[in-house]
């Protein structure tokens, strides 16, 4: 099991893991970005996985992200901060503020509020669209019906998409849904794949995840989840 004591094993581990599943697939993309998502937890676990090389991290939330990253001194400059979690356009500005990476852009009126912040400040995070694979109600994400039109926004407000994540249905087989997202990647021209979490995340590299999305089994069980 993961240990809260242990991020610098736990880390060891999984790079091994990544590297033999990609080594053993024919699908796998020939580079695969671990993101560790340290939301809700300290910011000495940051430090801790940033003393073991890591320098990829993923939150959820803005604020928490602000914070937490904004004690970091002169490590901040080499770290790579993904935003992994539902964006509101009332978060936009600190959003490209504070993030290299927005993996959660999912809707027109998100896609006209960063095209401005983006120009506004010249900072430029990779975008990534989030697509609802599952097409469930409660979940953030573009449809699959809707994506090639939010690309084409995406394209006239002189925003460039760099790939797609998505977060499979729990109760789902998510080998399913990572072969779809690679599909409607491909159909649509793009390089990036972020799928799979600490449950699935050697499943996810097997159909080619270019980047995978790994919490708990690095950092521990979170006390409450999200
Ligand atoms: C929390 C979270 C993860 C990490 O989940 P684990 O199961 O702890 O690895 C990955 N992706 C998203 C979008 C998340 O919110």
Redesign the pocket.
């Known amino acids: 099991m993961p240990s809260e004591n242990n991020i610098s094993s736990n880390l060891s581990v999984i790079r091994d893991q990544i590297e033999d599943t990609r080594q053993n697939s024919n699908m796998s993309s020939e580079e695969v970005c671990l993101v560790a998502?340290s939301?809700t937890k300290p910011v000495e676990a940051v430090i801790e996985a940033y003393v073991a090389g890591q320098r990829v991290f993923?939150e959820?939330k803005v604020q928490e992200a602000q914070v937490k990253f904004s004690d970091l001194g002169q490590k901040r400059d080499d770290i790579e901060l993904h935003l992994?979690?539902p964006l509101q356009t009332n978060k936009v500005k600190e959003a490209v503020q504070t993030f290299d990476v927005i993996q959660t852009v999912d809707r027109p009126k998100l896609v006209k509020a960063l095209s401005k912040e983006i120009t506004k400040q010249d900072r430029h995070p990779k975008l990534f669209i989030q697509v609802n694979t599952g097409e469930e109600e409660q979940k953030a994400g573009v449809l699959p019906k809707d994506l090639s039109e939010l690309l084409d926004l995406c394209e006239a407000e002189g925003l460039k998409v760099s790939g797609l994540m998505c977060?499979p249905p729990v109760e789902e087989e998510p080998s399913l849904h990572f072969s779809f997202l690679s599909e409607l990647a491909k159909k649509n021209g793009l390089d990036s794949l972020s799928m799979g979490?600490?449950?699935d995340y050697e499943l996810a590299v097997r159909f080619g995840a270019t980047h995978v999305?790994?919490?708990?089994?690095i950092f521990g069980e979170?006390e409450y989840s999200?």
């Open positions: 998502v939301k993923g959820n992994i979690g977060i979490m600490s449950s999305r790994v919490g708990s089994s979170r999200k």
